[in-house]
């Protein structure tokens, strides 16, 4: 499956008194909020990004978008159209930190500690070097 780059999506941005901006895209069936318009954008720019990922990840076909001209409204509704760069999303997925939980007898651990070593750098140093990647 190609992957593209950028995704423009039509979002329903619906504003109800007191209340957060709510943001659906419907092509995708999916729904953040924000406090403000310019909140409820970049919540509704995070999710695409996170969806589409999601999709591209899986393998899953993803969603023509509708065009904006289409997308029915409500009196208190607006659309507009919502885009992600994915790059920048697949970058963020790909360098994202996992926890790992790492045994060490505890003189080698009071050791490291007491000479500050970080034990992220460490251990993510001895991994590249274990499995020759740089």
Known sequence: MKKNDRYIYP????????????????????ATSGENDDDALLSARELLGCVLYGLEEDGEE????SQLKDVSVAENEHTALVDVYMPSVRQAQSSKAVNRTVTLPAWLNSLAVEHNVNFSQTLQAALRDQLKVH
Do not use: K, N, S
Not at 18 to 27: K, R
Not at 62 to 65: D, Y
């Open 62 to 65: 993803i969603p023509a978008p």
């Open 11 to 30: 979002a329903v941005f619906t504003y109800e008194p007191g209340q957060e901006i709510a943001v659906t895209i419907p092509d995708l069936d999916v």
